[in-house]
């Protein structure tokens, strides 16, 4: 019985590609550009423990950057930041949150959207105290 297991265990294990293995973590952080590494930056510490369909995403918005405004460019990096500053249980609860809304009545989402603006003009030194 543990002859077979363990056999099994060998067979699985050589019976995919080393390639593909190799290959999910690539490009690796020092693979990568010297501007996408500038775009992405915020996400150099994460960047070799991603999956491959993040960093897919995440170097498709750096291939964007350079046509963004430059509002649009410090947005970006500011949510990468703040992204990559949750802890896996805050990104799943925004995650969360998110589903919800796009389940939302177009009206709703538009309310919601309208507050959040409304939010965002108020300082940051008030923003707690409402």
Known sequence: MARSLLAIVFWLCFSFPTHSLSESSKPS???LKPQQREVLAPLAQEWDKMDPVKKKKWLGIA???PGMTPSEQQR???QMRDWYSL???QRELVREKYK???KLPPDKRHEIKQKWREYEQIPESQR???
């Open 100 to 102: 919800a809304i796009k």
């Open 128 to 130: 707690g105290q409402r």
């Open 76 to 78: 970006t990096q500011l």
């Open 87 to 89: 802890t896996p249980e």
């Open 29 to 31: 952080w020092e693979e």
């Open 63 to 65: 291939k964007r950057y």
